[in-house]
């Protein structure tokens, strides 16, 4: 049974429970059908959103997306798939599109977790973002090794490979993530010494080659450079001085991903300047937001290098100011998304808050950085952002 199927059925099946215990509670009722509804206990009336609430209120700015696992996954956690199909309108693999997955050795593809996520997102309407061709993490160790030219020979086989399978599936790509160094005194500056760069020959060729392959095997898709902290002006104007550099060169760029992880502590401003420098710089030039999550901690900087004094851990209990200062910057950051023209698709870093990468980074630590909770009911974060009216 495929995944529409098996959501029409569960809905089915939630409308005649609900059918049948509305039943119960009318009058008009036979004794002996009532005696067969079961008695419940009070519900205590989880918040809940009207079906197309958050992506239909920006609908006319950008996509909203999510950040999601196994298509498997989904489809046994039927909610998940119910959320999804009702309110977004663009879908990422957290982990399934990066060449780990997709390549695990030489010339051997594994499309089919990928290919189940393209098929869900196809028979429900949402679009797919893709990530990432090009990572120097979760990549096996056989794209670093031989000579420059065997390293771009095997890089732009398989990015043409993986564009090619996905070509007029994928919307837009992040041809490249995390290619700018975090160091500004790096000697590598602006470009990360990662093992990408070493590998090319100490040299930034490499992301001319992986946006070269990309554009060739797709000329429709958009090609994004994906990073990190654009919300801060160093990084910022690093990144920036990529971008020109590919632009000058006539290196087929579309657009710039930010990732825009934040924290309470986080200044909305600075992350919507990200797209105004960006707007300025290089008009025409798409902006995405691809990663965004919202930690309830606001960690200093040590906490990130060497784990050291993170914030003390909530548990389960996060203070109602948190909750509603996190909404509160959901709201500014949504409206300030939408008041940019040039955003064009903005994204949670995945659906729940159980389901987070924030839960293990930087330290092990319950953290609640979504739209949802737990339990799958939405938080106030979701009502700030689906609902302008939603007084915090
Ligand atoms: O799939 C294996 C599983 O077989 C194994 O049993 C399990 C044991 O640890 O690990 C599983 O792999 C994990 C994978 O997520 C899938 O769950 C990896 O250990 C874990 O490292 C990996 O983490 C991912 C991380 O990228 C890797 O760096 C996160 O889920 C993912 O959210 C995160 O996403 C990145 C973006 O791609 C780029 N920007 C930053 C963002 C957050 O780090």
């Known amino acids: ?95 399934i599109m990066k060449p780990q997955s997709l390549s695990p050795a030489e010339g051997v593809y594994n499309f089919a977790d990928a290919d189940a996520l393209v098929n869900f997102s196809e028979a429900n309407g949402i679009a797919i973002r893709g990530h990432t061709l090009l990572w120097h993490r979760q990549t096996p160790d056989y794209f670093f090794q031989g000579t420059p030219i065997e390293v771009k020979d095997r890089l732009q086989k398989y990015i043409t490979d993986v564009v090619t399978h996905f070509k007029g599936k994928v919307y837009a790509w992040d041809v490249v993530n995390e290619v700018v160094t975090d160091n500004g005194s790096d000697i590598t500056a602006p470009y990360r010494n990662s093992r990408w760069y070493q590998a090319a020959g100490n040299s930034k060729d490499y992301i001319d080659w992986a946006f070269e392959a990309a554009r060739a095997a797709d000329p429709d898709t958009k090609l994004f450079l994906n990073d990190y902290n654009t919300e801060t002006s160093g990084k910022r104007t690093r990144l920036l001085a990529v971008v020109k550099d590919l632009i000058d060169r006539g290196i087929p760029i579309d657009g710039v991903g930010h990732q825009h992880h934040l924290q309470l502590s986080s200044n909305v401003d600075q992350a919507l300047k990200a797209i105004d420098d960006v707007d300025a710089l290089f008009s025409g030039l798409i902006n995405h937001i691809t990663e965004l999550d919202i930690s309830v901690y606001s960690d200093p900087g040590e906490c990130f290098s060497s784990g050291e004094n993170c914030a003390t851990s909530y548990g389960d209990n996060v203070p109602e100011s948190v909750i509603n200062d ?36 930087p330290v092990e630590r319950p ?23 939603f007084v915090i």
């Open 367 to 389: 953290n609640y950085p979504l739209l949802y909770d737990k339990d799958r009911k939405v938080k106030k974060a979701f009502q700030a952002v689906s609902d302008l009216n």
């Open 1 to 95: 049974m495929n995944i529409n199927a098996r959501l029409r059925l569960k809905l089915l099946a939630g409308a005649a429970f609900f059918a049948l215990v509305g039943c119960g509670r009318g009058k008009e009722l036979p004794l002996s059908s009532a005696a067969v509804v079961p008695l419940l206990p009070p519900s205590p009336s989880p918040p809940t959103a009207a079906d197309g609430a958050l992506k239909g209120q920006y609908e006319s700015n950008f996509l909203v997306g999510a950040a999601i696992g196994l298509a498997q996954k989904i489809q046994a956690e039927t909610e998940d798939a119910d959320i999804l199909v009702k309110q977004f309108s663009s879908i990422t693999a957290e982990n």
């Open 326 to 361: 996190q909404a509160q910057m959901y709201r500014d950051l949504f409206t300030g998304f939408a008041a940019r023209p040039s955003v064009k698709s903005v994204s949670l870093w995945g659906l729940t808050d159980d389901a987070s990468w924030l839960n293990g980074f």
